[in-house]
């Protein structure tokens, strides 16, 4: 008797919950009649079946596959250097001076520099140099007619030098010439630009 009131009892209560349907990826499932009708502990019935709840866990981490490495991640980004010293224009004699590439006049303004005794020492890397001098030249030969009809075979020539210091970023000189009917062109504005150049190191202008 204990037996037909118990198996009724679980009749009704699938009758209750018989329109439910058991989500397959939230429970794992069975035939209630394997155990006779009866339910086990956790187990809720679904029509026909027993089931009970999957537990759920959280979303794996992708793991790394064996043999590889992950990169370390970099240093980080230095910020370049800012001068904080004072701003000046001053050249001190004995500075070192590194001659930027101007199309060959560079060649005419370190022999000029050396023919004036310019109180600088030239050096060959922008590494090693406190300033750097950069400038341009511009040499315009006589033509045919000016030599045919007067004789003359001198040029005229322009050039401009600019004299940065590396650590500041200030202008410490500046210098421009025109040379009208020169011989020498270059080597003349050259000679000019190193003579000024000398001036400025003894404060003369």
């Given at each position: 008797m204990k037996l037909a009131?118990?198996?009724l009892f679980l009749l009704v209560s699938a009758t209750v919950i018989c329109a439910q349907s058991a989500d397959p990826s939230k429970w794992m499932c069975r035939n209630l009649s394997e155990s006779g009708g009866f339910l086990y502990q956790g187990e809720t019935i679904f029509g026909s079946?027993?089931?009970r709840p999957i537990e759920q866990t959280s979303p794996?981490?992708?793991r790394r596959e064996s043999g590889t490495t992950v990169p370390a991640p970099g240093p980080a980004p230095v910020p370049a250097p800012v001068y904080a010293g004072p701003i000046t224009t001053k050249v001190e004699p004995g500075s070192t001076v590194f001659i930027a590439p101007m199309n060959g006049f560079e060649t005419y303004l370190a022999a000029a520099m050396t023919k004036k005794k310019v109180q600088m020492a030239l050096v060959a890397s922008e590494a090693q140099a406190d300033f750097v001098l950069t400038g341009?030249?511009?040499e315009k030969k006589a033509g045919w007619a000016k030599m045919a009809f007067t004789g003359n075979i001198h040029s005229d020539?322009?050039?401009s030098v600019t004299m940065t210091n590396r650590k500041s970023g200030a202008i410490a000189f500046?210098?421009?010439v025109n040379k009208k009917n020169t011989l020498h062109g270059e080597q003349t504005s050259a000679e000019a630009?190193?003579?000024h150049?000398?001036?400025h190191i003894e404060g003369k202008e």
């Open positions: 009131m118990a198996f079946q027993a089931c794996s981490v992708p341009t030249s511009e020539d322009a050039a500046a210098y421009a630009c190193a003579k150049l000398q001036d």
